[in-house]
């Protein structure tokens, strides 16, 4: 399947590098069965997947740690992308999601180029691969709303026009449309009120005298500990 759009890693452990979506599904994440594998600490094992929807590409997170961002809206449901769009894959890896240009387009293979050179022949020289220039991401784009279920119309292909700006900065308010979700206010601690804290006191000081009298009743101690009352009371109780 030869895709009008492709990958290209601005940053990351493979800055510049594109990668044709020549599948109707694409696994990313760090671990080696992904199809674009991207071996960044902060990426989860299996992090994210692009898929195809009709003529439309959709991207969405897969449960990861870090979490993954389109034009810097983090990811709740799945979401279309459209050329232009940065990819964020936890904090440090980002890809952007281009249309490819004629000239990029992988050329079919020749029977004489698969042909196997003769053996007195010199292999060509292999070519180094400079790193890029220090990146410069553009403008980002307005996000596009969370996906919802229904099959969207394909996105135009770039042309070249200006990137609409980014929506203003979150003030607060719950907006469904960027995944942002009101929190709730804490409930407030109501204070105890004085007259139940001098009830409780009043309770706590008519049980002690009650557990005193009990345990004296109960081990027959009124000689002992009140042998002058008892003997006011009742006459030659106590010895």
Known sequence: MSSPYRLVMRTGPRAGQPFHLDKDEIFIGRDLA????????????????????????LIEDLGSTNGTSVN??????AA????????????????????????????????A???????????????????????????????????????????PPYQGQAVP?????????????????????PAARRPVSTTVIILVV?????????LVFAVVDFLDLYCTLFPGIVNMFVEGYCP
């Open 34 to 57: 992904n199809d674009l594998v991207v071996e960044d600490p902060e990426v989860s094992r299996r992090h994210a997947r692009v898929f195809v929807q009709g003529n439309a590409y």
């Open 72 to 77: 810097g809206q983090r990811l709740t449901a």
């Open 80 to 111: 279309f992308l459209r050329a232009g769009d940065v990819i964020t894959l936890g904090e440090h890896t980002h890809l952007v999601f281009e249309a490819v240009l004629a000239e990029d387009a992988p050329a079919p293979a020749s029977p």
């Open 113 to 155: 180029e698969d042909a196997a050179p003769e053996p007195h022949e010199p292999l060509p020289p292999v070519e180094t691969w400079e790193a890029p220039q220090a990146y410069t991401p553009p403008p980002e784009p307005a996000p596009l709303p969370p996906y919802q279920g229904q099959a969207a119309p394909p996105p």
């Open 165 to 185: 700006p980014p929506p203003p900065p979150y003030q607060g308010q719950p907006n469904p449309a960027y995944g942002y979700e009101a929190a709730e206010a």
């Open 202 to 210: 009043v309770v706590v000081c008519l049980l002690i005298p009650c």
